[in-house]
């Protein structure tokens, strides 16, 4: 075993968060799909929910990283508009963090996602018949707070705003940067309220502080590969990356 304070990693388990921390930063590098694989790579050594508090300062670093990167491709239209809905699910994420069980949580966000995956499927098929949905402040207000619920219970929200962001119609480029600002912002809201959960701690802190350097490694190889990505095989990648991410939440 190796040992960090309170945390009686194995060797796998080493490679498990370390691998976590890397695809944190190819995530926020610009491999926005990837988004669900540090979430899957902590569950091996720690609880759900004691992940995340582990998670959220990785996140801050990756934000960080990009942010020096993508400062100019946000749209900010859009930022704007999920913003203040996905701040109300925060909050009400909070207040359902210790009164909702992750096993009646998963499945149901999960069945919301896919659901949300065929709507994205039959708009490619239905064009301009179904615009009008995803045009709607209605659906745009209900994106932002499902993804302030699941950011805050699980950081599983990439699947729900690549889903939005994607609906809106952003090229890979200002969905990234939009993606990026959006995340920095939400996941700095999301400190205090970890901390008063006690799941991000000393110890959180310290472990990021360690990892923080895959992170940044992680940040410029997501951005590299990025930027040879074409646009419909990055739209691609997205919705199977979101697929895999429901299937996951599911089972």
Known sequence: M???????FSHWGWVAVMGGA????????GLTGLGVLPV???AVVLKAKESTGFILPLLVVGDLCAIGVYHRV???KVFWKILPPTLVGILVGYFLMDRISEAAFGPLIGWIILALIA????????????DHIFESHGFGNGMGV????????????????NLYFLSVGLPKWNLIGTSVWFFFVINLCKIPLSIDLGLT???????????SPLVIVGAFCGHRIAKVM??????RFLLLCTALGALKLIL
């Open 201 to 211: 701690t000393d110890t959180s802190l310290m472990l990021a502080l360690m990892l």
């Open 40 to 42: 899957l790579l902590f």
């Open 119 to 130: 709507l994205q499927f039959l708009r490619s098929t239905l064009g301009e018949k179904v």
């Open 146 to 161: 499902l993804a302030g619920v699941t950011t805050m219970l699980a950081n599983s929200a990439g699947p729900v705003a």
């Open 22 to 29: 890397f695809a944190i930063g190819m995530n926020k590098g």
């Open 230 to 235: 074409p646009q419909k095989i990055f739209e």
């Open 2 to 8: 190796l040992h960090f304070p309170a945390l009686p």
């Open 74 to 76: 946000v749209i900010w």
